[in-house]
């Protein structure tokens, strides 16, 4: 079965250094991943995805991700952390059945 | 700004009542779609509708039914309220087959509290 992993349950960082969320999926073939962030009492928000070709994605507010499949890896990157990116940042993966499976979150703490 | 939208961001109902969650999209999507989040578990499938009159359960179904009359609106429904059940849930939706293109859109959320 397909599922994502995400290792780190809270991450802190101070403002203005760099940043890496880690993420983990377990598919068969070639995945579809998507990366989503939620502000305190929001719904989710996607940040940006990976269907197919190059491996590294930009999304909104400054974030990247590579794609690597030899690591079954998704990780999520940012070179310099803003107080506002402080939120709950999910990774998901597209199942066989066509619907969203996600991670279960981690927390973004960001220190001034 | 296409939306989805929760009609309540917060609700308090007493164990045993019958609690309507109400979910509406403007974007014509065909797929829609109502989660649980919980800390430490993140977010869990309860229900989804591919079509107006269709639905299937998800991961977590026990305990809650839907409904979708119109396209654009899926409920979700808990017949007897418990204080398990106190969540955040949140409803989205996608267009065509699934996911694939653009993922989901999500509404704000209704932190449901049963007392």
């Known amino acids: 079965a397909q599922s994502v992993t995400q290792p780190d349950i809270h991450i802190t960082v101070s403002e203005g250094a760099s940043l890496e969320l880690r993420c983990n999926y377990s598919?068969?073939?070639?995945?579809?991943l998507f990366w989503y962030v939620q502000s305190p009492g929001q719904g989710l928000q996607l940040l940006l995805k990976?269907?197919?070709?190059?491996?590294l994605v930009q999304g909104i507010k400054g974030f990247e991700a590579e794609f690597k499949r030899s690591q079954s890896s998704f990780n999520l990157r940012k070179p310099s952390v803003h107080w506002s990116d402080a939120a709950e940042y999910f990774c998901a993966v597209v199942s066989n059945t066509d619907k969203l499976i996600f991670g279960t979150g981690t927390r973004l703490q960001v220190f001034p | 700004d296409v939306k989805v939208t929760q009609s309540s961001r917060y609700l308090v109902k007493r164990t045993g009542e019958k609690v309507f969650l109400e979910c509406v999209q403007d974007?014509?999507?065909?797929?829609m779609f109502w989660y649980r989040q919980d800390p430490g578990l993140g977010l869990r499938l309860i229900y989804f509708?591919?079509?107006?009159?269709?639905?299937e359960k998800g991961d977590i179904p026990e305990g809650y039914s839907v409904s979708r009359e119109k396209k654009e609106r899926f409920s979700l429904i808990l017949e007897s309220a418990s204080t398990n059940q106190t969540s955040m849930y949140l409803c989205?939706?996608?267009?065509?087959?699934?996911?694939?293109?653009?993922?989901?859109?999500f509404g704000s959320g209704t932190r449901l509290t049963v007392v």
């Open positions: 990976y269907f197919s070709g190059d491996t």
């Open positions: 598919y068969g073939a070639t995945p579809y």
């Open positions: 974007m014509d999507h065909e797929n």
């Open positions: 989205a939706s996608s267009s065509g087959t699934g996911p694939s293109s653009d993922g989901y859109t």
């Open positions: 509708s591919y079509d107006v009159k269709m639905k």
